[in-house]
């Protein structure tokens, strides 16, 4: 028999979403008169129509703001403050179209709050960027005053020249003089040290409405300039501190106060104990978060343990189910772990490393990354560690012997060190445990089966005549059935090694990289044996007697790597190769005879071995480059993909069937060769462009070229040639 297949396949699809909205902006740049950028100032925005409506943002490390969103009509005006700095405010007439401000210049402390307007301009927002995003607040900056005040004659600050160190005042009395200057500095009484953020306020004696404020720097040093001449208060207040206050009397030039001391009010409070309820389960978005406090498990327990206590989630036959669904993988803090193996992660790690368990949806690196759902969603389990259990060295070993030289031992140890993950975990038993998924077994890769369990005496033996087929066997030469090779799902004893080596790491600020090893051998054998006695009209007195027994030698070695590249701030690469390669030796024997019960004597005789030798690699790799445009919103990302699936097989069929009624003797004698070749190669384009605040445009190419090729061919056995030579064309 000689069978050949080949396919060859090419898809292409476009998808189009859209939707429509209107979003308006406002954008600006906060520099010194000497054009220095002025990073991190706080800019508020508000309408002045209703005060309550305000937004917060910060500049960026080149002086950038911006706030979208905004609703268009109504006017706006911008707070712009920074200590060290006199604020500043903008008025922003109604707005129409996305406006640009343009510069505000910041002064340094002395001068007084100034105003401009601004009408809308039709420069384009989007071109400027902005690190932070804007806000709500529940009130304006506490150093922002409408009141003026003359402006100080300091000079700027320039690159030679550092800025003043007084902190920015929060208010400024009305009258102010030149020239007139109150300072001093604030320390412990204990130990001298200096007080930093110690609120200082400056009352004038005369009119306490009139006050300024503000706060000491690293070395507990404050000032007021530009007073006016009078009589003050000063009081000096800090948390765990006595609050102070000092007399002032007139002075006409700089008044320093030398250094003021605060003493310590602290008092030892007795014990409170702080009881609540642990929640079991809270949902966030579209996670379900389960608290690993709330479930009890025993000390020695890993995360299986404990994930089976939650309700929702269950391990059936290996199989982890989160909701009903497959979970198709296990991570640890956000990072793969021994690839997409997913239950070894939960056999392997200690429970009480656990803080809580994350059940989610993960979309495929490029969804998240454009934001579109492709459809490729894996339901995904996240293990986050508690604090303080990221750092250091955990793990069990553990063994056992019993009766007929039955045993099992293994053990895992891990290496945390931040970022640094390092996993080895090994295992050797004979007593049915495994600890492997679906691709360490050849089956799985589609190869065709051999090696399987016996059948059993099926139609032997027929009637009292004799003729009849053979039944039962060795599994032949067909399946393709992952079950062909999965000894979990076998019986008779299956002895199991295993090793396993996990790596997660940041290599510098750029890269991060995780990979994993993992080897697998399961050797199964079972023993059989049948007896059957017919009762029906047509066999009635028939004896089956039946004895079986079978090998399988499964050996498989996985490798999975995750490279992550942050190019710049815009650009990024994944790449994530993966290889299984397999072998698989099988052997089974079943030998039967069909007998009269009153007689004894012999109806039908059969004996058949079978062997299969099997090999196979699997080889995959995928190439995402990912590129985020400067307008918020477009992205562009080309993944290019490969597989190679490559199985052989080789397999023997020895049938011998005799018919005493007739003296005649049946013989299967045949050789298997199957040889199957698969190769795809895939590419995909995704763009996508916003159109508003809610909504996007993608486009995207997919396409991939598949080649396969199977062929198959039995030889029967050549007497004269002591060969298998003859094709079975049947």
């Known amino acids: 028999m000689k069978t050949k297949s080949y396919l060859y396949l090419l898809i292409i699809s476009l998808n189009f979403t859209a939707a429509m909205a209107q979003q308006g902006a406002i954008s600006g740049r906060v520099t010194q008169p000497s054009s220095k950028p002025v990073a991190e100032a706080k800019v508020v925005l508000i309408q002045p129509a209703d005060t309550t409506k305000r937004l917060a943002s910060q500049t960026d490390t080149s002086g950038k703001f911006l706030f979208r969103g905004l609703e268009y009509g109504p006017a706006y005006r911008l707070r712009v403050a920074k200590a060290g700095f006199q604020a500043k405010e903008v008025e922003v007439a109604p707005l129409r179209v996305p406006t640009d401000v343009g510069v505000i210049p910041l002064t340094t402390v002395g001068g007084s709050v100034t105003t401009d307007t601004i009408k809308p301009a039709s420069t384009p927002v989007s071109a400027v960027p902005s690190n932070t995003p804007a806000v709500p607040v529940t009130s304006a900056p506490a150093n922002v005053t409408r009141q003026t005040a003359p ?19 929060t208010t400024t009395p009305a009258t102010a003089g030149q020239g007139i200057e109150l300072r001093g500095r604030v320390t412990d009484k204990n130990d001298n040290s200096s007080l930093f953020g110690v609120t200082v306020l400056l009352i004038n004696a005369r009119d306490s409405t009139q006050r300024s404020g503000t706060t000491t720097d690293a070395d507990g040093r404050f000032a007021f300039p530009n007073l006016s001449r009078g009589a003050y208060r000063l009081r000096l207040s ?18 320093d106060l030398g250094t003021l001391q605060l003493s310590s009010n602290s008092r030892n409070l007795k014990e409170v104990t702080v009881k609540g309820m642990q929640e079991r389960v809270e949902q966030k978005a579209d996670t379900l978060i389960y608290n690993a406090d709330a479930y009890k498990v025993t000390k020695d327990a890993n995360v299986e343990d404990l994930v089976t206590k939650m309700p929702g989630i269950t391990i059936e036959n290996g199989t982890i189910k989160a909701q009903g669904q497959d979970v198709k993988r296990v991570l640890v803090d956000g990072r793969e772990f021994f690839g997409d193996d997913a239950s070894l992660a939960l056999k392997n790690l200690p429970s009480e490393v656990v803080d809580k368990i994350q059940v989610f949806d993960r979309l495929s690196d490029q969804s998240q990354f454009t934001g579109f759902d492709d459809g490729n969603a894996e339901r995904t389990i996240n293990i986050t560690t508690r604090t303080g259990k ?5 793990g069990k070993v553990y063994g056992g012997y019993g009766t007929d030289n039955r045993y099992s031992a293994g053990g895992n140890i891990n290496f945390f060190s931040g970022a640094r993950r390092i996993s080895l975990i090994g295992l050797s038993n004979n007593v049915n445990q495994q600890n492997f998924a679906m691709q360490d077994l050849l089956g799985a890769l589609g190869s065709s089966g051999g090696g399987g369990r016996p059948g059993g005496g099926g139609n032997f033996g027929g009637n009292r005549g004799g003729g009849g087929n053979p039944g039962g066997g060795g599994g032949g030469f067909g399946g393709n059935s992952a079950g062909n090779f999965l000894t979990g799902q076998q019986g008779g004893i299956t002895s199991t090694n295993a090793l396993g080596l996990n790596y997660t790491d940041n290599w510098g600020k750029k890269i991060k990289v995780t990979g994993s090893y993992f080897f697998n051998q399961a050797r199964n054998t079972t023993e059989s044996v049948l007896q059957r006695t017919y009762f029906s009209t047509a066999n009635r007195g028939q004896i089956y007697d039946q004895s079986s027994f079978s090998s399988n030698n499964n050996q498989n070695h996985r490798a999975n790597l995750r490279l992550e590249y942050q190019i710049n701030s815009r650009s990024s690469l994944i790449w994530t190769p993966r290889i299984s390669i397999q072998n698989n030796n099988s052997n089974s024997n079943v030998s039967g005879i069909n007998t009269e019960s009153e007689t004894g004597a012999k109806l039908t005789e059969t004996n058949t071995n079978t062997s299969a030798h099997s090999n196979g690699y699997n080889f995959s790799q995928n190439l995402l480059y990912r590129y985020r445009f400067a307008k918020p919103g477009r992205t562009i990302s080309i993944g290019v993909g490969t597989t190679l699936n490559t199985n052989n097989r080789n397999g023997f069929q020895l049938s011998q069937n005799r018919y005493y009624i007739n003296d005649s ?22 763009y996508t462009e916003p159109i508003s605040k809610s909504s996007q445009l993608q486009f995207s190419y997919n396409g991939s070229i598949t080649n396969s090729k199977s062929n198959k061919e039995t030889f029967d056995y050549n007497e004269q040639a002591q060969s298998y030579s003859n094709l079975n064309t049947i």
């Open 151 to 169: 402006r100080d004659t300091t000079p700027t600050p320039d690159a030679t020249t550092p800025p003043p160190t007084v902190p920015a005042r």
């Open 390 to 394: 990221n750092n250091g060295q955990f």
């Open 238 to 255: 800090y948390i765990g501190y006595n609050t102070e206050q000092v007399q002032i009397r007139p002075f006409n030039s700089v008044q």
């Open 665 to 686: 003797l049946a013989t299967i004698n045949q050789q298997s060769e199957t040889h199957t070749n698969s190769n795809n190669w895939s590419a995909n384009v995704n």
